[in-house]
C-alpha cells in the first residue's frame, strides 16, 4: 500500500524541550489512526556526543513514558529503543559504503556540534545520518514527521535510498519528510534567531517538558522580545512571532487566530498568557509521565513487544538488502 508507514525518534539525550514536542511528537499523535507507525528512542544516536550511561538508561525510559503520556498508543503504534533491534547497526553499515565522506562533512548539523564538541569529533557524529537513513528505510518509511532542524537528514536518507536501488534493483521506498507550517522551529527565548535547543547553556533559553508551572511562568516572562508593542508574526518581530507561535501551537489555534485574541494588548499581558497556557498543557502530561514511570513492568512489556514487532519488520528489509548486495546467508 502506498502512503502507509511512518517513521520518526527522538534522542533520549538531555531533557526535552517543547520545540521537540511542537515540532515532532505532537504531530505523530494525529497519524496513528491512518498510518503504521513506528516511533523509536533513538539512543544509539545519542551517545554520538558523550551521555552518563546511567543517565542514558534512565532518560530513555522517561521518553518511552513521555511518548505514552503524550497520547501515543503502544497498542496502535509500534514504540522501542533503537539500540534492540540489531539491523539498524548492520543497514547502518551497508549504507555507509554508499555514502561520502564530502556529503557528510557538509551537513549542517555536524558542522555544529563539531564546533561545540571540538574535542570529541568521532566517527558516530559524522555518521550520524547514515543511521538515521537506517533507521527509516529498514521499515520502508512513506514519511517522516520532524522539526525543520532535521529536514537535510531525511533529503540524504532520500538520496541513499535511490542511490541503492539505482545500485542493485528496487529494495526501498523513498521516504518523505513531513514538516508542519506551524511549530517547526521552536526559537530559543533567549536568542529568538536560533532554535531551541536540548542542550543550551544559558536554563531560560529552553523551556522542558518536566519543568514546573513557577519556571514555566519565570522563563515566558523573561523570554526577550522586540521592539514595538504590537502582537504580530512578522520576520521583524522574531521573539513575539516565536511566542505566537509557541501560545497558539498549545492553545490548538492557528497563529492568525493568536494574533486576533491578543490585538490592541501589550507585552504584559501575552508574555504571561502563553507561559499560563503552556503549563495547564503539560501539566496533565507531567502527572501521566509519572504515574507511567512508576509501572516499570507495563513500560517494559511495551518496549519488548515494540522491539519484537519492529525486529521482524526490520529483518525483512535487511534480508533483501543482504542478498541484493551479494551477503552469503546460507543455502
Ligand atoms: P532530536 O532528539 O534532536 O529531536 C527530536 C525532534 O524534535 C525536533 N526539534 C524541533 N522542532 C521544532 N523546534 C525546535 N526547536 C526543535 N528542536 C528539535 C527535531 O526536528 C526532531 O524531529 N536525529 C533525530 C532523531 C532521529 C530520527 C530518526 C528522526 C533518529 N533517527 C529517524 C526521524 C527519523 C533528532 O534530531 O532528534
Given at each position: 500500500m502506498e502512503g502507509n508507514i511512518v517513521y520518526s525518534a527522538v534522542q533520549p539525550s538531555g531533557n526535552l524541550t517543547i520545540g521537540n514536542y511542537v515540532g515532532s511528537i505532537r504531530n505523530w499523535l494525529k497519524m496513528q489512526d491512518e498510518y503504521a507507525c513506528f516511533f523509536a528512542m533513538a539512543n544509539m544516536h545519542a551517545i554520538t556526543v558523550r551521555q552518563d550511561p546511567a543517565e542514558l538508561r534512565r532518560r530513555t525510559l522517561e521518553l518511552a513514558a513521555l511518548y505514552i503520556a503524550c497520547g501515543i498508543d503502544p497498542e496502535k503504534c509500534t514504540l522501542y529503543v533503537?539500540?534492540?533491534?540489531?539491523q539498524h547497526a548492520e543497514l547502518c553499515w551497508v549504507l555507509n559504503s554508499l555514502t561520502y565522506v564530502g556529503e557528510m562533512e557538509r551537513m549542517t548539523q555536524y558542522k555544529d556540534k563539531a564546533a561545540k564538541h571540538a574535542d570529541n569529533i568521532n566517527m558516530g557524529l559524522m555518521d550520524y545520518p547514515v543511521l538515521m537513513a537506517a533507521d527509516i528505510l529498514l521499515y520502508q518509511t512513506d514519511l517522516v514527521p520532524v522539526g525543520q532542524d532535521q529536514t537535510q537528514h531525511v533529503e540524504i536518507a532520500r538520496d541513499i535510498a535511490v542511490r541503492f536501488n539505482n545500485r542493485y534493483g528496487e529494495t526501498f521506498k523513498v521516504p518523505k519528510a513531513l514538516v508542519m507550517k506551524q511549530g517547526a522551529k521552536i526559537a530559543s527565548?533567549?536568542?529568538?534567531?536560533?532554535k531551541m535547543s536540548?542542550?543550551?547553556?544559558?536554563?531560560?533559553?529552553s523551556v522542558f517538558l518536566t519543568d514546573d508551572r513557577d519556571t514555566i511562568l519565570r522563563k515566558f516572562r523573561r523570554a526577550v522580545t522586540d521592539s514595538g508593542s504590537e502582537i504580530r508574526l512578522s520576520g521583524e518581530k522574531p521573539g513575539i512571532s516565536n511566542l505566537l507561535t509557541i501560545y497558539a501551537s498549545f492553545a490548538g489555534k492557528t497563529t492568525e487566530e493568536a494574533e486576533r485574541e491578543f490585538e490592541g494588548k501589550g507585552y504584559g499581558e501575552f508574555k504571561p498568557a502563553v507561559g499560563e497556557t503552556v503549563a495547564d498543557a503539560l501539566a496533565p502530561i507531567q502527572a501521566e509521565q509519572k504515574r507511567l514511570l512508576a509501572d516499570k513492568a507495563y513500560l517494559g512489556g511495551v518496549l519488548a513487544a515494540g522491539a519484537e514487532r519492529a525486529y521482524k519488520a526490520a529483518r525483512k528489509t535487511l534480508s533483501k538488502v543482504y542478498r541484493k548486495v551479494g551477503f552469503y546467508q546460507g543455502d
Open positions: 533503537q539500540s534492540q533491534v540489531p527565548l533567549q536568542d529568538p534567531l536560533h536540548k542542550s543550551d547553556e544559558n536554563p531560560n533559553a
